[in-house]
């Protein structure tokens, strides 16, 4: 018989074999009740039953008759001694009946037997245990000596429950870890983590630069700052950590801004790395930061000089910026402003003039504050109208500055505007960038955009001639119609 067809047959035999249930004694009490169960004894007074609630004690007077039935080990016996001793299918259905009446110790006996009629019988074998391997079953022990063997046999060893070879384990032994294909020591494995050791302990590449920024400061200003890196910028400032966390989420949205504008993208890559915004919370520790921190990125000493005088510094190459803000009086306008330069400069390859420079900067003031606030210029007195100079510090003031110019005949012509130093650019300039800078996007987004591409070359005409398709002249004349329109 194929065990294909001896297990359809029982399917069949197992329906048949549990319908039939091994009987209980049956206590017929005298007002008719009756009760099941197994009488364990009884004599003239009492009769002793045990139920599946417990055993109970049942007086003999009350008890009409007892009727004694068959348990399940009388069942067993007796299906066992009608039983062939080569009878395979008659073992393995008993053998089930056994299991399902709770007699465990028979129903192995039973197991055993059919594996001795069939050795390779999955019921069987399941039941008791046993495990197929490569085609065999085996008991639990006896397939780790086979297991054992072939390991052996390869040349492994047993190292803590598990096979390997003796060089790995001649590894772990000294301390190494197999990461992948590699074995590593824990140093090893922990920089391949990205984890470097500072001062005896393991930390982030990032946490050791976060470090390293904390440690110069507090050692020169004596303060510890708030840094926060972002995927374009490291900030370190001496304001509280909800005002920097806003400058860090300020820069990047300026980031993302200027490729979605330029590049049709936000995640485009205008620099490697990040670039250095330092925030400091006084004069002092601006003037600290300029003569003790500094040195150490630029060591151009009169540029150093010229930044202790003013207020804030950038430098454009590597990307570093440095101001002063009293916490009361924060404001984001700085942020916009000199991201705004960074990312204008390294797209043109640091060939952009002074007047465009300001100018876009302070169009992205306004683009994302209300007003441009932050000027890299020197304050003049113009003239006989030095009341202009006074409310010229914030944009709001500039539609009427930039209509009053146009109107006393006193604006600059932008073609000289092109050959003005940053420095000597006055506010009637930088109303007069600023505004040129919002005619172009508003009314010639894709010709200014293709303007500061062609700046790359470091030649404005041709870029005013091939980009803008317009002379300075020309910018000019629109220029006018334009600003008188403004209010």
Known sequence: MTVSR??????????CLFCRRAGADTVTFKDGRIMEGKVVSQDDEN????????????????????????????EYQKRRDALKSDDLEGHLKLALWCKENKLTGQAKDLYRMVLVLEPNQP???????????????YSPADLDKVKES????????????????????????????KVGDRWMTPDEEMQSKGYTKVDGKWVKAEDKERLEVEKKLEKALGVKPIVIFSAHFTVASMLSGEHTKQMSDRAEEI?????????????????????????????????????????????????????????????????????????DKFQLNGVDHVVAHFLLAQYCGGRVPPWLYEGY????????????RVHCTTKTSYGDRSEIA??????????????????TKTDTPLESMMNISLNQLDYEHLSKSWSIVSMLVENSKDAFISFIRKLRTGDQEHAFKEGLGMAPAEVDGKWHEWAMKQK
């Open 123 to 137: 019921i069987a074998n399941k039941e008791l245990g046993n495990i197929q391997y490569n085609g065999t079953w």
């Open 47 to 74: 009769i002793t039953l045990k139920t599946q609630f417990g055993t109970q004690k049942i007086a003999r007077r009350d008890v009409a008759k007892v009727e004694k039935g068959e348990t399940a080990l009388d």
């Open 361 to 372: 900067a302070s169009w992205m003031e306004t683009k994302f504050d209300d007003a441009s």
């Open 6 to 15: 001896f297990g359809a047959m029982l399917v069949f035999g197992l329906v």
């Open 255 to 327: 980031y993302r801004f200027f490729g979605v504008f330029f590049e049709g993208k936000p995640d485009h890559q205008f620099w490697m790395g990040r670039a250095q915004l330092y925030v400091l919370n006084n004069r002092n520790n601006y003037e600290d930061f300029v003569n003790f921190v500094l040195p150490e990125m630029l060591h151009d000493e009169d540029t150093r000089k010229f930044f202790l005088k003013s207020g804030a510094f950038q430098v454009t190459g590597p990307n570093i910026s440095g101001t002063s803000i009293e916490e």
């Open 390 to 407: 006074d409310k010229a510090s914030s944009s709001k003031s500039w539609p009427e500055l930039i209509r009053d110019s146009i109107e």
């Open 150 to 177: 072939e390991n052996k046999a390869k040349g492994l060893v047993k190292y803590k429950g598990q096979w390997m070879p003796k060089e790995d384990v001649d590894k772990l032994e000294k301390g190494m870890k």
